[in-house]
């Protein structure tokens, strides 16, 4: 709490320490009246300078008439003018016409944050067509799917097996993807309930260094906002190999309505994939959005969405029965696998600018969440005659409400940013089941059943001191706990409960060498995550155990069509956890460090043709087994995505895309490897008139190789005693899929 009371006297401080002098206030638009985001305003006569706020309004300091203002923002053409007459009421309106994205234009010290511009600058180039591919815009980040097409994905990044989401914090327009004390696993994110097509932007970071993410955030975050508007309708339909099937639809419901939008969209995915087992896989998304501006030009956003889905799986199979021919690589030991899910979400969010140098913004959603999961993952380990068969299911709701204030001040003659806020999830789990079953029908035995109640409240404040060139941000989060689960197999009928509160303190620093030059030194302690069933049956006090990271590098444009970005770090964890799903418990494995380098590059060749690529070394070991026997299971050590995008002038599009993930240990002694993969995606699109035909063909060099792999003991019916060996799901050989899209 003192440290609480610092922070406030920090802020009241800063507060009363105003030196604006004179000020310009105005409006960016673009040309169908839609505000802008995050253009750069820089007055060329006294230096200062702001962007605009998420509402379209900004307020430039030390200005005065006569003054020339420059605008710019990538993708959109700059805009220079001239201030004629300053008033404290007037305010200008400035609309800027969009343009193709040229890396040219681009200027590092001119971006809020550099890095994510990356993900925009990928995502406008290179378009995505499944949630996959969303995925897979942050760079560094490889994901792998093992269940059907239903289950969510398996993520890798920085040396981290992260599963579904253990060591990752994503969200979307501020409400949580990851799923805490989840049946299948700490932090599971499904993010297949995201229509690709209404996704608008990615704000990502890596590691423990951010003030405003708490839960999840040890490798990193990820943030996606999806679109206030569309242009235009469209409908999209495609089919491809192995029965696939996607249909599509986003419609503008408010057409040329004054200070409203609104749209719907519509996915229905279905597909059997390549597997001799039929997936039998279908999903059902929908997504509606409605964006209000007040004549205060205060913000209002109602968005839905439900999403469903379906499918059936032949799980991960033991490489020893495809090798003596029992099953091929696309057959199944256990075809029974597979699930069903289910989301819905509410989601009010409101903007407000409260003054002249304070933004207020507040999201407010509530979550319903179905999910049922049918795995074997030791065929007859520990069941010789029904088979070890688990079932894990969950019904789940979510409140949560996140707060959020930005006010530009100074202190003293020093400009300083300063963000802080309030949060509140609220999880309510019912019936949060493990149980070994047959055929999916019946119930052998419940290894797991009760319901869990847990909230966290959060606190943050995360400031910004101008010096010059060097930027200083210290920050700080406050994290507050409630675990309470109460055991449905246990007679006494009582429930057990736990609370925590952590303190987690950040300093990053920033250096604008020059105006396409940026030094940065980014350092935190955050925590790793942990489930409430753990958490109330464990006697120690570490039940959320630090992480501790550090990141040196720079973002730099050597030339006109040239920018890198690299960095080296470290991350050192009190404790990790392993979930083992079939047990239904968390393995502590022990103190561990990561170490690495991050290297990406982006290059616009010309108007037409522009080349992405990243790169990622990583030593990842654990520090308490000894050498030789201290690598981490599935932890990658060098890791290359990229490609090659073409969209010239004559309605032509596509590229060629790349990802690699090389040989890794599965398990402790590394006596065991997963086996690494190159793999190659081709897509081309025609567009004409309002049509345009798309074509897309997923490993075009038809490779043979497994997409998840693990390290796992288990027993075949015929077998007398259990084998510990690479388990695998196949990845997708040579595939072909085409698509009509009608714009209107």
């Given amino acids: ?55 379209g309004m900004f307020i430039l300091n030390e200005t005065k008439a006569g003054d020339s203002i420059k605008i710019g923002l990538l993708g959109y053409n700059n805009k220079i003018f001239v201030t004629d007459s300053l008033s404290s009421n007037a305010k200008i309106h400035v609309v800027l016409s969009e ?11 001119e971006e809020l944050n550099a890095i994510s511009t990356i993900a925009r600058l990928d995502l406008n180039t290179s378009p995505v067509n499944s949630s996959q591919e ?77 003030a405003k993410e708490g839960d999840f955030n040890t490798a990193g975050y990820v943030n996606f906002s999806t679109k206030d508007y569309v242009k235009e309708s469209s409908v999209v339909f495609s089919v491809g190999q192995f029965n696939t099937l996607r249909t599509f639809g986003m419609f503008n419901l408010l057409d040329k309505v004054i200070s409203q939008n ?23 998304n929908l997504f509606g959005k409605y964006v209000m501006f007040t004549p205060n030009n205060d913000k209002l956003t109602l968005s839905t969405s439900h999403f469903t889905s379906r499918w059936d799986a032949s799980g991960q199979i033991p490489q020893r029965a495809v090798d003596n021919g029992s099953i091929s690589r696309f057959g199944a030991i256990d075809d029974t696998e597979g699930g069903s899910t289910s989301r819905t979400n509410f989601n009010v969010e409101f903007v407000k600018q409260v003054s002249d140098v304070t933004t207020f913004k507040t999201n407010t959603f509530l979550t319903h969440y179905d999910f049922e999961l049918y795995s074997n993952f030791t065929f007859f380990l520990e069941d010789p005659i029904n ?30 940013n300063i963000n802080y806020g309030l949060g509140l999830r609220h999880d309510i789990s019912k019936d949060n089941e493990l149980s070994k079953t047959i055929n999916k029908r019946t119930i052998n035995e419940r290894v797991q059943l009760g319901d869990i109640n847990q909230t966290n409240i959060d606190a943050f404040i995360n400031t910004e001191f101008e010096f010059g060139k060097l930027i200083i941000a210290p920050g700080l989060r406050l994290d507050y706990f409630k675990f309470l ?32 030059l940026q030094w940065f030194l980014k350092s935190g302690i955050g925590f790793h995550s942990n489930d409430t069933r753990v958490v109330v049956t464990n006697q120690e006090e570490n039940i959320l155990p630090r992480a501790y990271g550090l990141d040196f590098g720079n973002i730099w444009k050597p030339s006109s069509k040239l920018i890198l970005n690299s960095a080296i770090w470290y991350l050192f964890l009190e404790q990790e956890f392993v979930y083992v799903g079939d047990a239904g418990i968390v393995e502590p494995s022990g103190k561990t460090q990561r170490f690495g380098f991050d290297l990406g590059m982006r290059y616009q060749f010309n108007d037409w043709l522009y080349f992405d690529t990243d790169a990622t070394y990583t030593k990842a070991r654990s520090l308490e087994g000894a050498s030789g026997e201290n690598f981490i299971p599935l932890a990658p050590d060098f890791t290359v995505s990229g490609g090659l995008s073409i969209k010239d002038n004559n309605g032509f599009s596509g590229g060629v895309k790349y990802r ?23 897509n081309a699109n025609y567009s004409f008139n309002k049509i345009t035909l798309g074509l897309v063909i997923e490993n075009l060099f038809d490779i043979e190789w497994n997409e998840t792999q693990f390290a796992t003991t288990s027993r075949l019916q015929n077998e007398s005693q259990p084998v510990e060996e690479i388990h695998f799901t196949p990845g997708s050989p040579f595939f072909i899929k085409g698509s009509i899209t009608y714009k209107f």
């Avoid at 204030?405 to 300083?416: I, L, R």
């Avoid at 197999?489 to 300093?507: E, Y």
């Avoid at 240990?665 to 490897?673: D, F, G, R, T």
């Fill in 485 to 516: 689960y109460h055991d449905k197999l246990q007679n006494d009928g009582k429930a057990r409960s736990d609370a925590k509160t952590i303190v987690s303190p950040k300093l990053n620093f920033f250096y604008n060498a020059n105006i396409n």
């Fill in 262 to 284: 609104a749209y719907l969209a519509i996915e229905y995915l279905a597909g059997d994939g390549p597997f001799d087992s039929p997936q039998n896989f279908n999903r059902l």
């Fill in 1 to 55: 709490m003192k440290i609480l009371k610092i922070f406030t006297f920090l802020i009241a401080s800063l507060l009363v320490n105003l030196n604006y002098g004179q000020q310009i206030k105005g409006m960016l638009s673009n040309e169908f009246n839609q505000p802008l985001e995050a253009a750069y305003v820089y007055n060329l006569n006294s230096k200062s300078h702001t962007h605009s706020l998420e509402n």
């Fill in 99 to 109: 343009k193709s994205f040229q890396l040219d234009e681009l200027v590092i010290t």
């Fill in 134 to 210: 969303v995925l897979r815009k942050v760079p560094g980040l490889i994901i792998g799917q093992h269940a059907g097409g239903g289950k969510a994905e398996q993520l890798f990044l920085r040396g981290f097996d992260i599963d579904h989401g253990t060591d990752i914090s994503i969200s979307v327009d501020g409400m949580p993807v990851n799923m805490v004390s989840h049946a299948h696993g700490q932090g599971y994110s499904d993010l297949h309930f995201v229509i690709p097509e209404t996704v608008n932007k990615i704000d990502f970071g890596k590691g423990p260094y951010y």
């Fill in 387 to 416: 088979g070890d068969q688990i079932k894990q299911k969950e019904d789940r709701n979510i409140f949560g409400v996140n707060t959020v204030f930005k006010t530009e001040t100074f202190f003293g003659d020093t400009p300083v």
């Fill in 660 to 682: 690699y993930i090389d040989d890794r240990p599965a398990n402790e002694e590394n006596s065991i490897v997963a086996d690494g993969y190159f793999i190659t995606d081709l």
